[in-house]
Nanobody
Framework: QVQVVESGGGLAQAGGSLKLSCSASGIIFSIYTMGWYRQAPGKQRELIAVITSGHNTYYADSVKGRFTISRDNAKKTLILQMNSLKPEETAVYYC?????????WGQGTQVTVSA
């Protein structure tokens, strides 16, 4: 059974930083493409960053240069370092473990950025 669990959300001030973590079990973590998404109230879920099994990364334009995605295969952990946060980035942040077009989602963690 696949389990994906996010942690590290909370409250940050505009311009501040937060680090999100995601642990995954029940999968061969190293072969999965891992990603971070977010969903703000009334909006669709959007892709923020992805890291492949080969450690190739992709970032949405809106977060390039401010967010960093990384993975530790030995610990089966995915990290999202978020810097220079903006109030409009208040959302529920989700971790995804994807392989073969199938996404396994966590329950999400709330990030609130105050002005």
């Amino acid at each position: 059974q696949v389990q994906v669990v996010e942690s590290g959300g909370g409250l940050a001030q505009a311009g501040g930083s937060l680090k999100l973590s995601c642990s995954a079990s029940g999968i061969i973590f190293s072969i999965y493409t891992m990603g971070w998404y977010r969903q703000a109230p009334g909006k669709q879920r959007e892709l923020i960053a992805v890291i492949t099994s080969g450690h190739n990364t992709y970032y949405a334009d809106s977060v390039k240069g401010r967010f960093t995605i990384s993975r530790d295969n030995a610990k089966k952990t995915l990290i999202l370092q978020m810097n220079s946060l903006k109030p409009e980035e208040t959302a529920v942040y989700y971790c995804s473990a994807e392989r073969g077009g199938v996404n396994n989602w966590g329950q999400g963690t709330q990030v609130t950025v105050s002005a």
